[in-house]
C-alpha cells in the first residue's frame, strides 16, 4: 500500500482526518499559504537556500551515531541516535521555523506570530525573527510564562514581544487561539508560523515536508554505516512534528517498523498523561479532524507530562491516519521511565537528551533486549536536555540545586557601586 498520500491534491485530508476547518475569512489566507507553498517546494532556488540555511545556521546534517555503550548494555538491537539536538536552539524545530520565515518573505510578510506552551517553538521563532529582521510577536499562557522564565527571557532578549494570555486554562490552547485571533487581525502583513505538524491544512503536509530533512539524512547516514536500511524507527510524538519528519521517508518500506512514543504521564489509569490513543475522541479543535484528549463537553481535557513539549491534547492528522491504518505502532512511557531513560542515556554516552526526546530512549529500552543483535534500530533525539535542568532538579529532588536557587535569591544583583 502507499502511505505517502498527496494531501495537497485531497485539501489537507489524511482519510477522515485533517482538513480545514476555520472561520470564512481565514480561508483566503491559508489558500494563499498554500499556493505560495506548493510554488516554492518547486522552485530550486526556494530548496537550495532552505538547505543552505539548516547547513551554515544548523549545522545540519546533524549526526547519526551509533550508541555502542547502550546497545552493548541493552543486548539487543544496534541502537542509532539521530542527534537533532545538535542543531540551532537544541531541537528540530528550526527546520520548521527556517522553512516558514522563508515562506513568510517570499510572501511578502513583515511580521510573524506564534503560539507557545513550553517556549520551545516560541525561542525558535524569536530566532528566526531576529535572523530575518521579522517583527516577532509570541502568545503564551500567563501561567506557562511563570513556568517558562528561561524561554520567555531568551524570546525578549531575541527582541520578540512575548505577550501573556490571561483568560481561560492560561496555557497553550488559548494561546492558540490568541495567535489565531492576532493573524485574523493582521492578515496583509503577517505569517502564522505554526509550529508542529498540525492545525488547518496546509500546515501539517508543509510542517512535515520541512521536517522530512531528518529522515531523508537518516535514509543516506544509515545506507553509509550499515549499507541497509533500519529495521525500527522511534521517536516521540506530541504534535508530531519530529516523528513524521523521521518516519516519512520510510512510510512505504514494508520492512521498517515505526513507533510514535506519547508520554504516559503518570500512567494511562491516573488520566494524568498526553497519549491521545489512550482514550482520545474523534474531533474537530483548532481548525483540523483528528484525535484529541476531551472532557464530556468535547473540550480539551487537562493533559499532562513531564516533557512540556509532549503535553497536548491534540496529534498531528497524519499520525492519526497512520495509527487507523496500522502502519505506526503508537504506545506511551510514564514521566517515570523517562526520567530513568534519561539517566541511563547520559550515564553510557554522555549525551543529555530532552525529556521529549528520553520518551524515545524510554521505548527503545523497552524493545531492544528483546530483538536480535543484527537488528538495526533508530532512535529520534529531538533536542537536548539543557533547557530541562529546573523540571529535572526538581524531579530528582536534588536539595543542592534548591540550596543554590536559594542562595541566588538572597543575593540578588551584585551592585557594582559597593
Ligand atoms: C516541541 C518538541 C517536541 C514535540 O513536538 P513534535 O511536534 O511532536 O516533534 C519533541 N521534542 C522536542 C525536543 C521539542 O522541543
Known amino acids: 500500500m502507499d502511505y505517502i498520500t498527496d494531501s495537497f491534491s485531497h485539501r489537507g485530508h489524511f482519510g477522515k482526518f485533517g482538513g480545514r476547518y476555520v472561520p470564512e475569512m481565514l480561508i483566503p489566507a491559508l489558500e ?3 499556493q505560495a507553498y506548493l510554488q516554492a517546494r518547486d ?14 545556521y544548523s549545522g545540519r546534517p546533524t549526526p547519526l551515531y551509533f550508541a555502542a555503550n547502550l546497545s552493548k548494555q541493552l543486548g539487543g538491537a544496534r541502537i542509532y541516535l539521530k542527534q537533532e539536538g545538535l542543531g540551532q536552539t537544541g531541537s528540530h524545530k528550526v527546520n520548521n521555523v527556517i522553512g516558514q520565515a522563508l515562506l513568510a518573505r517570499r510572501m511578502g510578510k513583515k511580521r510573524v506570530v506564534a503560539e507557545t506552551g513550553a ?13 530575518f529582521g521579522f517583527e516577532c510577536e509570541i502568545f503564551m499562557g500567563e501561567l506557562d510564562m511563570a513556568r517558562q522564565r528561561p524561554n520567555v527571557f531568551w524570546m525578549q532578549q531575541l527582541g520578540a514581544t512575548v505577550t501573556p494570555v490571561t483568560y481561560g486554562t492560561r496555557t497553550l490552547k488559548d494561546a492558540v487561539n490568541e495567535s489565531i485571533k492576532n493573524w485574523i487581525e493582521n492578515l496583509e502583513d503577517t505569517h502564522l508560523l505554526v509550529g508542529s505538524a498540525l492545525s488547518a491544512h496546509p500546515y501539517p503536509s508543509m510542517v512535515r515536508d520541512f521536517q522530512s530533512v531528518i529522515g531523508r539524512e537518516v535514509r543516506e547516514q544509515i545506507m553509509e554505516a550499515e549499507g541497509r536500511l533500519p529495521d525500527c524507527l522511534v ?35 491516573s488520566g494524568l ?7 482520545g475522541r474523534l ?40 495509527h487507523d491504518q496500522g502502519r505506526v505502532t503508537y504506545t506511551n512511557v510514564t514521566d517515570k521511565e523517562t526520567l530513568a531513560a ?28 528483546k530483538t536480535g543483535r543484527d537488528k538495526i534500530m533508530v532512535v529520534n533525539l529531538s533536542g537536548r536536555g539543557d533547557k530541562d535542568i529546573f523540571i529535572v532538579a526538581e524531579a530528582l529532588r536534588d536539595k543542592e540545586w534548591l540550596d543554590f536557587l536559594e542562595r541566588k535569591v538572597q543575593e540578588g544583583f551584585p551592585d557594582d557601586e559597593k
Request: hydrophobic content about 40%.
Open 342 to 369: 534519561l539517566g541511563l542515556l547520559m550515564r553510557t554516552e554522555g549525551i543529555i537528551p530532552a525529556l521529549e526526546s528520553s520518551h524515545a530512549v524510554a521505548e527503545a529500552i523497552k524493545r531492544a533486549p
Open 32 to 34: 494563499a499559504l498554500e
Open 235 to 269: 521517536a516521540c510524538v506530541g504534535g508530531g512534528s519530529n516523528s513524521i519528519g523521521l518516519f516519512h521517508p520510510f512510510l512505504n518500506e514494508d520492512s521498517v517498523e515505526m513507533v510514535g512514543v506519547e508520554a504516559g504521564g503518570f500512567g494511562i489509569p
Open 283 to 322: 474531533g474537530i479543535i483548532e481548525g483540523y479532524k483528528s484525535y484529541f484528549l476531551t472532557d464530556e463537553d468535547g473540550q480539551t481535557r487537562t493533559t499532562h507530562s513531564v516533557a512540556a513539549g509532549l503535553d497536548y491534547a491534540g496529534i498531528g492528522p497524519e499520525h492519526a491516519w497512520l
Open 119 to 131: 517556549g520551545q517553538h516560541g525561542l525558535a521563532t524569536a530566532t528566526v525573527a531576529a535572523r
Open 43 to 56: 522552485d530550486k532556488k526556494f530548496q537550495d537556500e532552505f538547505l543552505h540555511l539548516l547547513r551554515t
Open 273 to 279: 498523561h498526553s497519549a491521545r490513543f489512550q482514550g
